[in-house]
């Protein structure tokens, strides 16, 4: 349980608390003109993992990262110039982007998802200042339990996140009450990833090229199903009670592990067997042991319940046959 303070944005000092709160590692839910967005230091894993763990999502799909100007984005992402334009019309406002993220950019493997492309979002409205201070971008996810209405007060925020987060900056009813129009610049054509606020037609206006919608199995609509790429090179077993000889071990918790002077590699998710800590070092691990002469990793169980869900969702996936 977290001790959920709520504040108001009016009050002297707010915007402050929640730079604190970000720069803690804390998650604060915050307005935007679209909707409440519950926003970690990008850069942070237990802060990215914690955005999980809070709403419950079941899978890691990739997170929207939020900068305060178009000069941060593009430390991260490398913009072709139809996104560019884009960009400076519409932003700050309800369309998000989806780039080439740059090699070496300091966002968690988390919040990207696996995948080497980075959605990102000017909003209006408190964050941006937040952001600037900063200095980097913040992960936001609508601020509610998955699979629950996304909310555009701060008392709907509390509804279903009460005691999960740090922070509530109450800044009354949000403009628009809908995510955010998400888009991918293709060549020539744009591709819809999701509808939102800022309409095809104004976008297709705009970049002088058309949108397309998308299409039931279009590889790119459906980021989970692209994580399959971050499967390591070896075969992966699942809920090993002990490596075997050669074999590469990843942990998790305390419990001392038979034969595991005999492992290949070893990489603990978590030695207290948090959670938290485990989700946030998940990627690494599997990256660690992601090389072609690492023929076999063996997984110890993870727990199922809490975050555990989205971290196992995420091993059979990487153990899944391909
Ligand atoms: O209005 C909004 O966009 C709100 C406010 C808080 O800014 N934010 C929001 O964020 O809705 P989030 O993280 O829930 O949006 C995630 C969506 C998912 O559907 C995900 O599939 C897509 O963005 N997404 C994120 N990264 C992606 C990527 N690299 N490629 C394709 N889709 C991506
Ligand atoms: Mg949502």
């Known amino acids: 349980m977290r001790d959920t303070k709520r504040i108001d944005l ?3 000092g707010a915007g402050a608390a929640v730079l604190m709160c970000l720069r803690e590692g804390g998650l604060a839910a915050v307005p935007t003109e679209t909707v409440y967005g519950l926003a970690a230091d990008a850069a942070n894993g237990l802060a990215v993992a914690g955005i999980f763990e809070a709403k419950g999502r079941p899978h890691f799909n990739p997170l929207i990262c939020h900068v305060s100007d178009l000069a941060m984005a593009e430390r991260y992402a490398r913009f072709d110039p139809v996104s560019r334009r884009l960009a400076e019309r519409f932003w700050p406002g309800p369309l998000t982007l989806v780039l080439p993220v740059l090699p070496g950019a300091e966002l968690h493997p988390l919040v990207l998802g696996g995948l080497d492309t980075v959605a990102l979002r000017l909003p209006q409205g408190p964050l941006r200042s937040v952001i600037a201070s900063l200095g ?23 509804r279903t996140l009460r005691g ?8 009354g009813a949000t403009e628009q ?16 990833l999701r509808p939102g606020t800022l309409t095809a037609e104004r976008i297709a206006e705009e970049a002088g090229l058309p949108v397309r919608r998308r299409a039931e199995g279009d590889a790119i609509t459906a980021p989970g199903q692209l994580l399959s790429h971050y499967a ?38 978590s030695p207290e067997g948090d959670l ?18 690492i023929e076999r990793i063996a997984v110890a169980p993870i727990p199922r319940e809490g975050l555990g869900e989205a971290i196992n969702d995420r091993l059979r996936r990487a153990a899944a046959d391909r």
């Open 10 to 12: 009016r009050d002297d």
């Open 136 to 158: 980097r971008p913040v992960a936001a996810p609508s601020a509610n339990r998955s699979g629950r209405v996304s909310p555009t007060t701060a008392e709907h925020v509390l």
């Open 164 to 171: 999960r987060i740090d922070l509530v900056a109450d800044g």
């Open 177 to 192: 009450g809908l995510e955010s129009t998400i888009i991918r610049v293709l060549g020539n054509e744009i591709l819809l």
């Open 232 to 269: 390591p090179a070896g075969r992966v077993r699942l809920d090993a009670v002990a490596p075997e000889p050669g074999e590469h071990w990843i942990g998790f918790g305390p419990e001392p592990v038979r034969g595991l002077e005999k492992a290949g590699g070893i990489f603990n998710l």
């Open 276 to 293: 938290r800590e485990a989700a946030s070092r998940l990627f690494a691990a599997l990256s660690a042991f992601d090389a072609p002469e």
